[in-house]
């Protein structure tokens, strides 16, 4: 699959997984960039996850974002005074209008949808976009700017994406997907919609030359990238046009029926129709970091509150643990714990005087940690029982809005009432969040039908928030997981990015350290959290399968050790249905 469908939303830094920028950097080239040409020949570029404009002939860009890390895909509005882009806010890509006279952005569309690829009109004042409004897939739609009115273009199984008028604003092409078949669709004005191309590669970012004379698009085969066209004529003819290039997935831009620009290899590159070959356009952005790189500070540890830990100690005893660092499972090992921290870890053996859980045939992991989850949901519809809800998916720290955080960081702590550790998100603060679960992550259905979504009483899917799978292989070691932003209550929501960061090619291991290691680094309360180690917290997960192998196994939960306490599943779904039949 071609990197850029795979990494849509991925240089936006909602996915926590850039190597800190030093204080200031000058760059020629741009991961992933997309350019959109002027009238007056300036041309628009996403670089950094911001919108750049470039003058005339090269040079030196200035950005007119600031910092939102996600802006993608900018076009030029016909008179050059406008460029519209594509931004991720509140987990959904939508669709902004920076205004060049103003220096301000504005949304347009939907802000509940999942809106991108947008186009102008050549009249100036509608947009035609790509949107997801149910989950289904993407449709066509169209916004008038001046009324705000919306209306939806096309309506069919599966999805339409990448939009283009033609320059006289009478034709529209687009890209058709179904399953594996890929479609280049021509409506005329008037007549029936006509199928230019049906293949198995994957197509994208048809733009017409200025005379209506032919379509280019960018083609994405088995082995190499390339731009095709469609020659208008009749029959249609279908040309390779170049492919000694690696392009970007995005539309070629015409400054004229001439001169045409694109990008390839993350640079711009200008090129005569009639020409063999293409030349560079340079540039160069300074970008700057938004804080010190991490080895210019110490890092300083936060302590971990010591809430109603319990006297005495126990054994817990299981085939295989994974000690949330690496190194796959360790076997028959016995974790003393003293309080409610972990005392030793030890081999298998006999400890007479000693209170020994014996799970037999389960993996014991560290307690999941949610950095970011939606805990509100969950108190409205249970109340204090929300703590055991949330207890039974394995999540033993949450970092949430409450407004009753510190009865529920002491009520949670205890015996009566189990539930996740509450860190308040006023003071644990944490942003650039890894979240990628939406309605297409495999093995959502069978999910939200596990014992543990149904108790949560809570059935819906996420809504769809990306294009197509994403890739996060790069620098996966980083990771920092949060639910949040999926929409689902605080720990089914955890699983569903488990499941999602393995769709996008993490190993199990990582997903889990996602949610482990690395969010407690990032909450300055490691080696306390995300690791079963001397010292930390006796917060376990006990799951009946292999998580390192497959993912969906660390939701199947027999018991958790939450602060030195011994819970098992069964009796954490107990005590909440039995007072819920109290109310």
């Known amino acids: 699959m071609n990197s850029f469908i795979r990494t849509i939303l991925a240089a936006a830094s909602v996915l926590c997984l850039a190597t800190p920028l030093a204080a200031q950097q000058t760059v020629t080239r741009g991961s992933n960039l997309t350019a959109d040409i002027a009238h007056d ?52 890509s939508g669709l902004f209008i920076y205004d060049l006279d103003s220096r301000q952005s504005r949304r347009v569309g939907s802000d509940v949808s999942f809106d991108m690829r947008p186009a102008w009109h050549p009249g100036g004042e509608r947009i035609v976009y790509a949107s997801d409004t149910n989950g289904a897939g993407f449709d066509l739609w169209e916004v008038d700017l001046p009324s705000g009115l919306r209306w939806r273009l096309t309506d069919r199984i599966g999805d339409e994406t990448d939009p283009g008028w033609s320059a006289d604003g009478r034709d529209l092409v687009y890209v058709y997907q179904n399953g594996a078949e890929w479609q280049l669709i021509l409506r005329r004005h008037g007549l029936p919609e006509e199928t230019l191309l049906t293949t198995t590669d994957r197509i994208a970012g048809p733009s017409w030359r200025p005379d209506g004379s032919l379509i280019t698009f960018m083609r994405q085969g088995a082995d190499q990238s390339s731009i095709d066209m469609v020659i208008l004529a009749e029959p249609r003819l279908i040309r390779r046009y170049a492919n000694s290039e690696a392009f970007s997935q995005a539309p070629v831009s015409w400054l004229d029926r001439h001169r045409m620009l694109y990008t390839a290899g993350g640079i711009l590159r200008q090129r005569l129709f009639n020409s063999w070959t293409s030349s560079p356009l340079p540039f160069e952005a300074t970008l700057q970091a938004d804080e010190p790189a991490p080895e210019a500070r110490p890092i300083k540890r936060r302590p971990l509150a010591l809430v109603d830990e319990p006297p005495g100690g126990l054994v817990i005893r299981a ?57 509100q949901e969950l108190t409205k519809r249970f109340g204090d029982t929300a703590g055991p809800v949330v207890l039974t998916t394995g999540v033993t720290t949450v970092v949430a809005t409450h ?48 014992r543990q979504a149904l108790l949560s009483q809570f059935s819906t899917p996420p809504a769809r928030r990306f294009s197509e799978p994403l890739t996060l292989v790069n620098n996966a070691s980083t990771a920092i997981v949060s639910s949040f932003e999926n929409g689902l209550p605080a720990g089914i929501g955890l699983h569903a990015e488990f499941r999602a960061l393995v769709a996008a090619e993490l190993q199990p291991e990582q997903a889990l350290k996602a949610a482990g290691v690395n969010a407690a680094a990032a909450l300055k309360l490691d080696p306390s959290l995300g690791r079963i180690a001397v010292g930390a917290a006796a917060d376990l997960v006990l799951v009946d399968g292999d998580p390192l192998s497959n993912i969906d196994d660390a939701l199947k939960i027999v018991a958790v050790v939450r602060n030195g306490r011994f819970f098992s599943v069964s009796g954490l779904i107990d005590r909440v249905r039995r007072s819920k039949s109290v109310e």
Request: charged share 25%.
């Open 41 to 92: 020949g300036r041309v628009a570029i996403d670089l950094e996850g911001d919108i750049w404009i470039v003058p005339p002939g090269g040079g030196a860009a200035r950005a007119v974002t600031d910092h939102l890390k996600s802006a993608r895909r900018p076009r030029w509005s016909p008179n050059g005074q406008q460029i519209v882009y594509q931004a991720v806010m509140l987990g959904k």
């Open 319 to 375: 085939a295989r643990l994974f000690d949330g660092i690496g190194g796959g499972y360790q076997r028959d090992r016995d974790v003393l714990i003293s309080g409610g921290r972990i005392a030793a870890l030890e081999p298998r053996k006999e400890r007479p005087g000693l209170v020994v859980i014996d799970m037999g045939d389960v993996t014991v992991l560290p307690g999941y940690i949610d950095v970011h989850g939606r805990l």
């Open 403 to 450: 407004s009753d955080s510190k009865r529920l960081t002491e009520l949670w702590s205890g015996k009566s009432m189990p539930g996740p550790r509450l860190l308040s998100r006023d003071d644990w603060p944490l942003t650039n969040l890894l979240s990628v679960a939406d309605s297409t992550t495999p093995g959502l259905p069978a999910m939200l039908q596990s």
